[in-house]
């Protein structure tokens, strides 16, 4: 049987993640200018900034596969009731991609920053399009929930059903 709601669990790890992956879209110019500097001989540097990059993004893989192990021990609710068999699709195949993203995009920067594997970088260069794309799809199908249908989807990621 699939639970009624989200966890409080999975709804603070919901809300922290987005916070951190807004962080690294946010904080990563001096990261990139280091690796390009790396690239071209220079020694490894360190900053504040460049700490808040490698550390946060570490600490989202960590966080999402927390939420990965709670998906699949507690369940989550079903979609809900009036959405189309496309939409459950839709709003199904946005979730599993977003967590696929959000496990490489921590593994190709370590790979990256930890063990030089230079094609580990330009992966993860690019597959910070398909994850912000899949975030605004993602932002825009809750609104459109929200505010088009009014069924309070968004109120699923806030008041727990523990
Ligand atoms: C979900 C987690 C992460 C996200 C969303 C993310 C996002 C980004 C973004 C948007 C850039 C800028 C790319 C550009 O336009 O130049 C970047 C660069 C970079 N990040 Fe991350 N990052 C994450 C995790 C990590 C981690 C854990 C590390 C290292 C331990 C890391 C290392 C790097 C490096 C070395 C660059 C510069 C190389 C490049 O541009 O590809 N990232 N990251
Ligand atoms: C970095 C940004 C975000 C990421 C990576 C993200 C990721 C996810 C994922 C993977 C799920 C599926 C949870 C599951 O069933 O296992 C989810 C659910 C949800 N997210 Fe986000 N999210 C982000 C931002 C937002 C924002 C800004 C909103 C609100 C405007 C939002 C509203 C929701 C809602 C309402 C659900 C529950 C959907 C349902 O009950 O079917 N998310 N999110």
Redesign the pocket.
Known sequence: MKPAG?SRT?IVL?WI??VL??QQYVFNDYIAEAWAEITEGAEMQFSPVIAAHVFGGILIGLLVIW?LLL?ARRG??A??EGDSPAQRAI?HGT?HT??LL?ILMPVSGVAAWFMGIEPAATVHFYLKLPLLAL?LL??IG??Y??YALKDD??G??KTPRD
């Open positions: 989200y999975q919901h993640v987005f992956v807004v939420r998906r989550v609710p979609s809900p709003a979730h977003l967590y959000l975030v993602h932002v809750a609104l929930h929200q989807l968004i699923r990621m």
